[in-house]
């Protein structure tokens, strides 16, 4: 599955941005979809997964209130609602398709070009 993710740029704290993820190519209902991100110099951190159904969906609890995930089968697009977000949400934001069920434990299976979101205070 090949996935294309835009929406990312720079932002001050307290706005919003939404992201997008088109996928092509592959048989989706095979997959989890969602979001991970990685700033400079730290681990990749899980952000959230959704079902290709909709119905079932996980938000990293780090973000929990202010980050929204939500899919679009018809469009075979995933989108990350971020909210008031904050310097520390500063990061590459990179679509992702996760195997397993939806959760902090989805599997990582494969991913796009990342976006980056960059927060000033």
């Known amino acids: 599955v090949q996935l294309q993710a835009s929406g990312g740029g720079l932002v001050q704290a307290g706005g919003s941005l939404r992201l997008s993820c088109v996928a092509s190519?592959?048989?989706?209902?095979?997959?989890?979809m969602g979001w991970f991100r990685q700033a400079p110099g730290k681990e990749r951190e899980p952000v959230a997964t959704i079902s290709w159904s909709g119905d079932n969906t996980f938000v990293s609890p780090s973000v929990r209130d202010r980050f929204t995930v939500s899919g679009d089968n018809a469009q075979n697009t995933v989108y990350l609602q971020m909210n008031s977000l904050k310097p520390e949400d500063t990061a590459v934001y990179y679509c992702a398709a996760f195997r397993g069920v939806v959760g902090p434990g989805a599997e990582l299976d494969s991913w796009g070009r990342g976006t980056q979101v960059t927060v000033s205070s």
């Open positions: 190519g592959g048989t989706f209902s095979s997959y989890i």
